[in-house]
């Protein structure tokens, strides 16, 4: 693997060896000391042309734990104000001595580009990109879900376990959604049956290759007992942009598409809740359920790291031992 620009890139084979290394790498954050030598003294850059406080600092935390030197950009007060290009930045950046990119940006494909050019030459991590891919989000839900689908708590899963067999609902904003995209591809991969659910003017057009079943209503998405429920940030940012219009109102989308107590209780005994946060409470969901039992949305944090690791480790220590 050269680079993680998307899970459509990765084989089933690829994915397992990503979590199963992450379950490795979880299991030395039990020790009081938490931090590798493997990559000692190796630097990674974190480049964020577009906010995102819980991503970067996801990733500068498992950089850190392998014991890496972490160089911090943000577009906000850069010299992008001043017309500075994508090529320069990145350039600029690996002349400072990174020896990894990690970007995310607002333009669906900017990661891809910079994997794709010779502008630089160096290993590129997609840390998300417009309405794409978030490929590292996804492979943190994958491994949340794997636990609890074989151990039904969280603890490790067993190397080489997949998905199959699972069915998770994906709610919401899809057409936004980045994390919608990555989770119904890597998700398959592993062997789950996905069903999206949202109004029909928050999906996109073009479906017909996406491997995944699509209904309308959350209440028939529950009827069928999924094993998960992914409930997505609403996205009024981008629908301010576009005018709005995307659905009539803040009620009555929580009314139609929020997980609320009564939905909660309907989920089967073993379901848990997920989101990718930041959550909007009251919106997508109510308070009740982003802090029941249910909700593994913290866990999807922690386990965050975790997976940054693994993937921070597989692309740059070709093969030394995690454990010194």
């Known amino acids: 693997m050269r680079h993680l620009l998307s899970t459509r890139d990765l084989s089933r084979d690829d994915v397992l060896l990503l979590l199963d290394t992450a379950e490795a790498m979880a299991a030395t954050q039990a020790r009081t000391i938490k931090k590798l030598p493997v990559l000692r003294g190796r630097t990674v850059a974190t480049l964020f042309f577009e906010d995102s406080t819980r991503t970067r600092l996801s990733f500068e935390t498992a950089a850190k734990r392998l014991s890496m030197d ?3 950009f943000s ?9 500075e290009s994508l090529k320069d930045t990145a350039q600029t950046i690996v002349a400072m001595g990174a020896e990894a990119l990690i970007v995310r940006h607002s333009a669906s494909g900017a990661p891809q580009r910079l994997a794709d050019t010779d502008w630089v030459d160096v290993p590129i991590l997609n840390a998300g990109d417009g309405t794409h891919q978030h490929p590292t989000q996804a492979l943190l839900d994958a491994f949340t879900l794997r636990r609890h689908l074989h151990r039904h708590d969280d603890l490790p899963a067993p190397d080489g376990s997949g998905l199959d067999g699972a069915h998770v609902a994906i709610v919401g904003d899809i057409l936004h959604s980045r994390v919608a995209r990555s989770n119904v591809e890597l998700m398959t991969t592993l062997g789950a049956r996905v069903t999206l659910v949202a109004p029909p003017t928050l999906l996109p057009v073009g479906m017909d290759d996406w491997t995944c079943d699509v209904v309308l209503s959350l209440d028939e998405a529950i009827t069928a007992h999924p094993d998960a429920v992914m409930m997505l940030r609403v996205q009024r940012e981008r629908m301010s942009h576009a005018g709005g219009g995307f659905f009539p109102s803040p009620f009555e989308y929580h009314r139609t598409f929020g997980l609320n107590s009564q939905r909660l209780a309907a989920l089967g005994p073993d379901a848990v809740v997920m989101h990718p946060g930041p959550m ?8 009740e359920a982003a802090d029941s039992a249910r909700s593994v949305v913290t866990e999807q944090v922690a ?4 997976v940054r690791m693994a993937a921070l480790y597989l692309l740059l220590a070709h093969g030394e031992e995690i454990a010194a």
């Open 70 to 72: 972490v160089i911090s």
């Open 75 to 83: 577009a906000r007060g850069s010299s992008l104000s001043k017309g």
């Open 280 to 287: 909007n409470r009251g919106l997508e969901i109510t308070a």
């Open 303 to 306: 386990n965050g790291i975790s």
